[in-house]
């Protein structure tokens, strides 16, 4: 079993703004929700490894990644390092 946290960020209009997990589906469940991403975890174009584009919050692309989990956990860590 692993050990998770989740960051909420809550706005001056009461607005909840988090990274989506499956440990959030039942507080999800409480009221009116939208998903939007913050960005894009994709296998590199070579089919070896895994590339982040943060392009949608206004970052860039980071490479090399050899796993899926690991450009998540990287992708998790630079969106809440940076409080987008």
């Keep these: 079993m692993t050990e998770s946290s989740i960051v909420l960020s809550i706005g001056t209009s009461g ?10 589906i039942e507080l999800m469940r409480q009221g009116k929700t939208t998903t939007t991403r913050a960005s894009h975890v994709e296998p590199a ?3 070896k490894g895994w590339f982040v584009d943060l392009h ?14 690991e450009a998540l956990a990287f992708e998790r860590d630079y969106i809440n390092r940076h409080s987008l």
């Design 15 to 24: 607005t909840i703004t988090t990274i989506y997990s499956d440990e959030l």
């Design 45 to 47: 174009p070579s089919g």
């Design 56 to 69: 949608p919050v206004g970052g860039a692309k980071f490479w090399g990644f050899e796993t899926r989990a």
